[in-house]
């Protein structure tokens, strides 16, 4: 854990995140009960949800108190800020501009797996690299980023830190049925591939049928998805979960047999990690940073995001393995140590202490 006396010398900013919604929510979530002492997390949040009218005043406002912040809090030595890409990363970039005026040490912390195509559209590359340019360092989620940033960027100023989550309560839950349970958590859209997978199932119904059951938890086109559940009559095979929060995640993390995830853009998923801190194998693609952590067919299997009938046969491998699907899930647990508190506290001091320097 940070110490008190260093703690009072950081102030992070990003989205709000009580409760989490969202990874970048639930990292920062993370940081504040776990790497920083009670009562001595100092967090301004620049953005939340709502309207567009909301979002604005919260921004403003959120402005207005940095400024008063970065005047009046002599302490504070260096500003954390939390960023993703497109109106997130313009966001940030005005907290960036404050920061440098009153001559504060700068970290942005890139989370998001869209970097790369906002740096690429509208040519945004010159604002982008101007805007890391100003910071003192820049943390990114796994080595690959960190070599797109150098070849790419020209940016050096680079750390490579792991999202941090903690270690899950035992499991002592059991089950009522001898189904393979699939579990789905993220934003419910078509990026994140979940409707590949709802239309995969709706054409292997009869493989699946009394078999397996996913259960999908998250936000989003939530209509959307009741609407194909309904027409497709899958309400046997797909359950929508609603939001989850952490108590529920839990149950359904220890009831889950794996977890899935067919995205087609991603940084590094917290749902991932998680997944693995719970010795789970997880199917997912081979998109941002997941590679690093999903081997293929090691501690899980990696599929082309649209790929519905590579995404079928491998779930069925692990309905007709499950010893194997159990064994994987191990080898899951066994890479998850570094996200783990002690690890990513010991690596924000590093960082921290290195910057004030």
């Known amino acids: 854990m940070i110490s008190v006396d260093l703690s009072k010398k950081i102030l992070n900013v990003g989205p709000e995140y009580l409760p989490p919604k969202g990874g970048i929510a639930q990292v920062i979530f993370n940081y504040s009960n776990y790497v920083f002492p009670k009562n001595e997390f100092r967090y301004l949040s620049n ?28 302490k504070i030595k260096i500003v954390h800020i939390h960023t993703a890409s497109n109106f997130s990363f313009k966001r940030s970039s005005w907290f960036v501009r404050l920061a440098k005026l009153f001559k504060k040490k700068i970290i942005l912390h ?17 604002f982008v690299r101007k805007t890391l340019c100003k910071c003192d360092l820049i943390v990114v989620l796994t080595d690959a980023w960190a070599d797109w940033f150098r070849t790419e960027v020209g940016i050096d100023n680079l750390k490579v830190l792991p999202n941090l989550i903690p270690e899950p309560a035992p499991c002592e839950i059991e089950r009522n049925d001898d189904r393979f349970h699939l579990l ?17 199932i709706k054409s292997n119904n009869e493989k699946l049928e009394g078999r397996f059951k996913l259960h ?68 997912s693609t081979p998109v941002g940073g997941i590679p690093s952590m999903i081997d293929d067919g090691v501690n899980g299997f ?12 491998r779930i069925i491998y692990l309905i007709n393995h499950k010893s194997e699907c159990r064994s994987m899930g191990d080898l899951s647990f066994e890479r998850i140590s570094k996200h783990f508190p002690e690890s990513v506290s010991d690596e924000l001091v590093d960082l921290y202490e290195g910057v004030i320097r």
């Open 47 to 74: 953005s939340c949800d709502g309207n567009r009218i909301k979002k604005i005043y919260k921004l403003i406002t959120s402005l207005i108190g940095y400024f008063a912040t970065l005047i009046f809090q002599r």
């Open 184 to 200: 789905f958590l993220g934003l419910i859209n078509e990026p994140k591939g979940v409707f590949d997978l709802v239309n995969a």
């Open 302 to 313: 990696l599929i082309k995001p649209g790929d519905g009938s590579s995404f079928i046969e």
């Open 216 to 283: 999908v938890g998250g936000n989003g086109q939530v209509e959307r998805l009741k609407n194909e559940i309904a027409a497709s009559h899958l309400e046997d095979l797909v359950k929508y979960e609603g939001w989850v929060d952490s108590s529920a995640k839990h149950k359904l993390f220890c009831t889950c047999d794996a977890l899935i995830l067919p995205s087609y853009i991603e940084g590094l998923p917290l749902s991932i990690l998680e997944a693995m801190s719970y010795r789970k194998p997880v199917i």
């Open 110 to 126: 890139v989370h998001g797996g869209g970097f790369k195509d906002y740096y690429y559209a509208n040519n945004n590359a010159d």
